[in-house]
């Protein structure tokens, strides 16, 4: 749970769904007896079913469950699917059982279906953090530089870097891959397209206020639509955009594929396409998007001081 809710239970388990053989718990899995309210990190824990298949959908509901009673008293819960750190690595897990000298499985996002047994332990991987720092010498050079320089930043470029910092508070790598699209589309600069084509825009424009047929909210949202179409559109612009940061390149793709992947998934994220990107996916773009965003921010920085 984020660091601003908690919930408001006392006791150390909450016993959710009690019927037949069947058991479902939610429980800390900070500390053993911890209580609810004092906890930020939970287990909903369900035993009882008979196969494989039944327990997983089982868990996908109670999942839901959870999902649903949170949204009605306003609390929020990440689930990991968005952690590209969250897949299993079982290969650890023998080493573990060694160790501990019981049997130990890995504790993952999502949904787990295992074999029960006694003494089975779950660990969870401790989140590892990376820190940028900058050396000495460079942060003195470009600091020195840019004051001498005094590039002013537009009102564009002044929000963008706002979205752009913001993405690195951002847990969830989908988060940061929203935030850092928001900012490139903030620098964008659609420009009017061809005349042919802007005239072919005005014929659909003129053809959809005389048709009849159509009522007065569906003519104002296609014609609200239309306008739109008069300049080139978010993609076209990105690319041309990315371009003026070639020749670099991020994790080897150009510039201008690099934004076009980017918006790709974002489109996906946004507008729910199912399947859903893949978080690995999702976490690459994002660190790849991080430099791009950073490097048109830098100004004239970026080919006038060292790299």
Known sequence: MPSTTRLGLAAAELLIHEEGE???????????????RDAANFVVRGEGYATHDEAALGGERWRDVISRSFARMHLAADFGDQDPSSSSTTTAEPVFSEYFGRHVMEGVAGVTVFQDQPDLLLVTASDLFGCVRPSDEKFRSVFLHAAQLHEPLKEAERLAFDLYSSSFFQ?????RLLMLTMAVETLLNL??????????????????????DLTHA???????????LHNESIGQAGRLLARTLEPRKYDGRKPADLFTRCYEVRSALTHGYVPHPDPREVNSLGGSLESFVADLLAGRLLTETPG
């Open 22 to 36: 069947q058991r479902i718990w939610l429980k800390s899995s900070e500390k053993k007896g911890q209580p609810l």
């Open 171 to 175: 847990a969830s790598a989908a988060a």
């Open 218 to 228: 569906e003519r104002n949202s296609l014609l609200g639509t239309l306008n739109w």
């Open 191 to 212: 420009q009017p397209r061809s005349t042919a084509a802007q005239a072919h825009v005005t014929a659909m424009i003129e053809a959809t206020k005389d048709n009849a």
